[in-house]
């Protein structure tokens, strides 16, 4: 059974930093690309971030590059995502996604699997 599932979220202050984690089980991890979506209330799922199954390409949305950087670690199963200088824009509930593929995607229809959520809140 495919399991993903995040932790590191909060509530933090603007211009702090969170590093979300995503742990995966019931896959093969190591040959999956992987990725951060985000969604806020009233707004639709967008992207944030992706890495491919080797970790060597990634990609990220304009409104978060140069402040969020994605990694993984193939032997713990694990993909995080580092988040610095939060704005209160970035305010949302954070998914990690994972899909069948290597290459790493950047809209949620190129996902088949999604964890429950984190939400991180960033104060003014």
């Known amino acids: 059974q495919v399991q993903l599932v995040e932790s590191g979220g909060g509530l933090v202050q603007a211009g702090a930093s969170l590093r979300l984690s995503c742990a995966a089980s019931g896959f093969a991890f190591g040959s999956v690309a992987m990725g951060w979506f985000r969604q806020a209330p009233g707004k639709e799922r967008e992207f944030v971030a992706s890495i491919s199954q080797g970790g060597d390409t990634t990609y990220y949305a304009d409104s978060v590059k140069g402040r969020f950087s994605i990694s993984r670690g193939n032997a713990r199963n694990t993909v995080f995502l580092e988040m610095n200088s939060l704005k209160p824009e970035d305010t949302a509930v954070y998914y990690c996604?994972?899909?069948?593929?290597?290459?790493?995607?950047?809209?949620?229809?190129?996902?088949?699997?999604w964890g429950q959520g984190t939400q991180v809140t960033v104060s003014s």
């Open positions: 996604a994972a899909r069948r593929y290597s290459a790493a995607a950047t809209t949620p229809a190129d996902y088949e699997y």
